[in-house]
Nanobody, 119 residues
Framework: QVQPVESGGGLVQAGRSLRLSCSPS????????MGWFRQAPGKGREFVAA????????YYADFVQGRFIVSRDKAKNTVYLQLNNLKPEDTAVYYC????????????WGQGTQVTVSS
């Protein structure tokens, strides 16, 4: 199974933006969707956003409220998550999953990338 490799996280102030990338070593062939999850301290992993590899259809968790944008670049074999207007409550480890269905990740989990938002 293809292994995801996340990058782009960091420490930013509230209101700033970050762009996360997921560039796996293997080719992406998911017929459903791939996307992002996050896990904050003391909480379980939660769905954030997903996108179908072969189409423009996207899916977002309710808490996103238009602040995040998920996209993909087939030529670069990469999935992105644009994080805008970040809030302290967005602080979490963000994970990419390349086989998402029903807001559940069935693919392999990588090490994730840390996003820390200061007030």
């Amino acid at each position: 199974q293809v292994q995801p490799v996340e990058s782009g996280g960091g420490l930013v102030q509230a209101g700033r933006s970050l762009r996360l990338s997921c560039s796996p070593s293997g080719r992406i062939f998911s017929s459903r969707a791939m996307g992002w999850f996050r896990q904050a301290p003391g909480k379980g992993r939660e769905f954030v956003a997903a996108i179908r590899w072969s189409g423009p259809t996207t899916y977002y968790a309710d808490f996103v409220q238009g602040r995040f944008i998920v996209s993909r670049d087939k030529a670069k074999n990469t999935v992105y998550l644009q994080l805008n207007n970040l809030k302290p409550e967005d602080t979490a480890v963000y994970y990419c999953n390349l086989d998402v269905s029903g807001s559940v990740g069935f693919g392999s989990w990588g090490q994730g990338t840390q996003v820390t938002v200061s007030s």
